[in-house]
């Protein structure tokens, strides 16, 4: 990896390290003029909807600390190990970089938002609004890193390494990934379920036990409900898992890589409608067709490379 990009991820790494670390020191600060319980969580309008004890103030910071772990574990494996990638030494080197910077923009997007969340709990007062269009910005720059990554990938691959061979590794990828976002939306779920309902006056009152604000409706509903988006994801998962085992055994490469594509589009997609509704955001209709807009263009590509095998089949 060039040393000026070593050199700016470390800056960005550890300016996000200290931005969570600060917000420690001033909840730490602030501790003994807090009461015993106070507000810890936050409605879909900012205000606070769960009073708790002070102890779960630190949440932010275990989950932030959590995330920290994971993203300095991936930036040894990104800067130190073998990608197993087979790409141009040029190809490698600008990847290493743009998947490190990719993380430094992750960290950030959840650093501010647990640092926002911190200050609010500190002092007492809503959710700063402001944190919202940096998180979308952050967000956005995110998405860009990502397809950088995919466009750097396919531009500098290796040509002669054997279609199989290549597949293969983004087979593996594709599963991995998938899987690994549907389990930690699971973990989502699991962490959220006995705070919802988010409402405090709900929260308090039995005869509103099970309830959970869903966005999409403006109301509250059968926290239940929220299931089905993980019931669905790992249904489709399977059925893709299955569908991609019997291709792979078919030798049929492109309905195989049809199948990892809508893997993975699921994985990454399900993962963002879950966390919107356990945050009590409602599921934008821009994702929506933008995961209807890549699904189809994986279909697209799969006939146009099915069509492209048939002719070459014919000409032979």
């Excluded at 509250?220 to 569908?243: N, S």
Aim: charged share 20%; net charge positive; proline share 3%.
């Amino acid at each position: 990896m060039n040393k000026k990009v070593l050199i700016l991820h470390r800056i960005l790494f550890w300016a996000n390290v200290l931005m969570l670390a600060a917000t420690l020191v001033y909840y730490l600060i602030r501790w003994g003029s807090l009461g015993e319980n106070i507000g810890i969580h936050f409605g879909p309008d900012g205000s606070f909807d769960v009073i708790a004890s002070k102890v779960y103030g630190f949440y932010p910071h275990l989950i932030g600390g959590l995330i920290i772990g994971g993203i300095a574990a991936a930036d040894h494996f990104i800067i130190k190990k073998d990608m197993g990638l087979r790409i141009s030494e040029k190809g490698e080197r600008l990847l290493r970089a743009e998947a490190a910077l990719s993380l430094d923009v992750f960290l950030c997007l959840w650093c501010v938002y647990f640092a926002a969340w911190s200050w609010s709990v500190s002092t007492q007062r809503p959710m700063v609004k402001a944190v919202l269009p940096i998180i979308n910005v952050l967000g956005n720059v995110l998405l860009f890193g990502l397809t950088a990554q995919v466009v750097t990938w396919i531009k500098f691959r290796e040509k002669g390494v054997k279609k199989s061979e290549d597949t293969g590794a983004a087979h593996r990828m594709c599963r991995l990934v998938a899987w690994l976002m549907t389990a930690g939306s699971i973990g989502f779920m699991l962490e959220a379920w006995d705070r919802l309902p988010g409402d405090e006056k709900l929260y308090f009152d039995p005869a509103y036990d099970g309830l959970a604000y869903i966005a999409n409706f403006g109301e509250y509903m059968d926290k239940r409900l929220l299931v089905i988006p993980h019931a669905l994801c790992i249904v489709l998962l399977a059925i893709f898992e299955i569908l991609g085992r019997r291709a792979e055994k078919a030798e049929k490469r492109q309905l195989m890589s049809l199948f990892d594509k809508l893997k993975l589009l699921c994985g990454l997609f399900f993962f963002w409608w879950e966390l919107t509704l356990w945050t009590e955001q409602p599921i934008g209709i821009v994702s929506v067709g933008i995961f209807t807009v890549l699904c189809a263009a994986a279909l697209a590509v799969y006939i146009v490379q099915k069509r492209k095998v048939e002719k070459q089949s014919e000409n032979n």
